[in-house]
């Protein structure tokens, strides 16, 4: 008996592991992805607490066309969007500025990457600001983010979950997210995150979530203003 806990062990291990690559593979190797996502996080920094609720939009579709959208509760006509119809881009800011210009390899990707390890909004916002830098380079945003320590977590409901860590730099996040056993869709995902003097933690849920379906070119159309 001794000798077969090893084993068993190991086989938990790679059943975990399983499982948290098939929700990225989901997501990954669909046609097409829409769903409606929205984000409550609690941030507190030097004493000071900060509250931040967003909601949006996402539109993928093979050949590297995207449409996400994302605005905040307190500034509702101030949403952050990038538009790729595979050869042409546009970010518009929170401040309404607008810039135009070449596609970037890859973006589909990131998002996608985004869906299945967390974090939508950090994803729109560090390619929003690569691009306004002109840095229209490619990002190996499985290399930039790194995942760890997969792990089983305590089932909810007719869910399970899976807790795990993703490593950037010097910074570790960990997250817990909750997906359906059928069809390796996320439902939510909760997040922790602490450094020096800096702390956040918050959910991200997935709603509507649809792959493969038909969504028409015009939906990643640039607009001429």
Not at 30 to 44: G, N
Not at 100 to 105: I, L, T
Not at 189 to 204: I, N, T
Request: aromatic content about 8%; charged content about 30%.
């Amino acid at each position: 008996m001794v000798m077969l806990l090893p084993l068993v062990a190991i086989f938990f291990s790679q059943s975990n592991e399983d499982d948290f690559w098939r929700i990225e593979e989901t997501i990954k190797t669909a046609k097409s992805v829409s769903l409606q996502v929205r984000k409550e996080s609690t941030i507190t920094e030097g004493g000071k607490v900060h509250s931040i609720k967003w909601s949006g939009s996402v539109l993928l579709k093979e050949g590297n066309k995207l449409n996400v959208s994302l605005t905040e509760a307190d500034a509702p006509n101030s949403p952050l969007q990038i538009i790729c119809n595979h050869k042409d881009i546009l970010v518009r800011d929170v401040d309404s500025t607008v810039l135009k210009g070449q596609a970037v390899d890859g973006l589909s990707n990131g998002v996608r990457l985004a869906i299945s390890r967390g974090q939508v909004d950090f994803w729109l916002a560090d390619a929003a600001k690569r691009i306004k830098e002109g840095n229209n380079q490619s990002v190996d945003w499985k290399a930039r983010f790194k995942v760890a320590n997969i792990r089983v977590g305590e089932p909810d409901s007719n869910l399970k979950t899976l807790t795990y860590d993703v490593k950037s730099s010097d910074d570790t996040i960990h997250f817990r997210v909750w997906y359906d056993s059928e069809t390796y869709k996320p439902i939510k995902r909760s997040y922790e995150y602490k450094k020096d003097q800096l702390s956040a933690k918050g959910v991200e849920f997935y709603g509507s979530l649809t792959l493969n379906a038909e969504i028409p070119d015009s939906k990643f159309d640039i607009p001429s203003k």
